[in-house]
């Protein structure tokens, strides 16, 4: 039971965690990414305004001065007359957009990004008159390729983080969760010997009780009912302390070597126990089982188990209703089927059924019981590594099906 809990503390953890590194990683990205373009935008007006200067108005026709000019493998230059001719290039990657002085800033996707930028050109001997356009531009390719490096980074220290913090919270989680399990330790344990302390005195009242409406001749009439009152709340105490007693046991689930049980054997002489009860309450009570069915567990506590669902039926199903056992495979599982035609179960409440001393008014009106039986037979099931599903309509019955794996080695 703490194993899952441990499992599920750990999995939120690093649910959580997660997303906590996600958010941040790719707040960085984004915010590392439009540094990036900012850098090149930046870059491109300094370029821009560099590659200007090279051009120059040498008789009656423009000329590029392309000495001085530094480019790195991601840039290129183009000068344009006023009339959008390009006069010369520089570059290994140039823009292929149609030329437009009205377009400062420019973004090609194809046939490969780029971002460029269009200035004027003006000649300060002549007035600052304009003279043509310079446009700069520089691949994605640099941007990309840091971020790409970003990535990789990011991810594997997203992926080292996990790691190293999913190791750390199995700690914290076991830490975490030894104070819960030694309290819950000392009250199984206090439950089981209260529960085992408790058989001695109720015993004693309960015999006493017997004695005295055994030979009822000297005492008054008045006086055999508060005895018979008193016979019949030991009994249901004594009930209530063998059940706390069992789930106790069943809650430790120490390991020791699994029996070879017939279960077979098993369910048909459950069926057979129970069907004088059943015929009182005028109940069909049938059984189909097959033969030869084995699962390694303990044979006691898997009596108590399909006693108990039987025992839920027989008390919530009414007078000429039914009650089914079946068995059959599904894979490597043997399933078992108890199916009532009883008063039925509620959907918002079928998954409140199996906690402890729950009780829903309607399902209770056909009998008396602690609502411990079933989550018995549940703790049962799962220490034997099976599971127990249920079905019901109201008004129509309800189905419980045990699940026990065919080679099933884990019992309690």
């Known amino acids: 039971m703490f194993q899952k809990i441990r499992y599920r503390l750990l999995l939120s953890y690093l649910v959580v965690l997660t997303v906590v590194l996600a958010v941040f990683a790719i707040a960085v990205r984004l915010t590392f990414a439009h540094s990036l373009r900012e850098e090149l935008a930046d870059r491109l007006a300094v370029l821009a305004k560099t590659a200007s200067g090279s051009l120059d108005i040498e008789g009656e026709e423009l000329a590029v001065d392309q000495q001085g000019l530094l480019l790195n493998p991601n840039q290129a230059v183009q000068w344009f007359d006023l009339q959008g001719n390009m006069i010369a290039q520089q570059g290994n990657d140039p823009l292929t957009l149609p030329f437009d002085p009205q377009q400062k800033f420019l973004t090609q996707i194809l046939p490969y990004p780029a971002q460029g930028i269009t200035l004027p050109v003006r000649e300060e001997e002549k007035n600052d008159a304009l003279i043509g356009y310079v446009r700069a531009s520089e691949s994605f390719e640099g941007i990309h390729e840091t ?16 790691a190293l913090s999913g190791l750390g919270g199995i700690w914290l989680t076991r830490q975490a969760m030894q104070p819960i399990e030694k309290s819950f330790q000392r009250l199984q344990q206090f439950t089981a010997d209260a529960s085992h302390e408790l058989r001695n005195p109720l015993m004693a009242i309960k015999s006493n009780a017997a004695v005295a409406l055994k030979y009822a001749e000297g005492i008054r009439n008045s006086d055999g009912e508060k005895f018979r009152a008193i016979a019949s709340a030991t009994t249901q105490m004594t009930a209530l302390t063998e059940d706390l007693l069992m789930l106790a ?95 039925g179960i509620a959907p918002d ?34 220490n034997h590594g099976g599971a127990i599903a249920v079905t019901s309509q109201l008004g129509l019955g309800s189905c419980f099906t045990v699940g026990l794996s065919v080679d099933a080695e884990r019992v309690s």
């Open 349 to 382: 409440q079928i998954e409140h059924i199996f906690d402890r001393f729950w009780r829903a008014d309607r399902s209770r009106a056909y009998g008396s019981g602690f609502g411990l039986g079933l989550a018995i037979a549940q703790n049962i099931a799962q």
């Open 147 to 162: 971020l790409r490096r970003l990535d990789l980074g990011l991810g594997g220290g997203v992926v080292l983080a996990l």
């Open 249 to 343: 046991r069943t809650d430790q689930t120490p390991k020791r070597s699994p029996d070879r049980v017939n279960l077979t054997m098993l369910l048909e002489e459950l069926v057979q126990l129970y069907r004088a009860q059943a015929e009182t309450k005028h109940i069909h009570l049938k059984g189909h089982i097959l033969e030869h069915l084995e699962v390694s567990g303990d044979t006691m506590q898997l009596t108590r188990l399909f006693a108990n669902l039987i025992d839920n039926a027989l008390r919530y199903t009414p007078d000429q209703g039914f009650i089914e056992i079946q068995t059959y495979y599904e894979g490597r599982q043997i399933l078992v089927n108890v199916h009532d035609t009883g008063v």
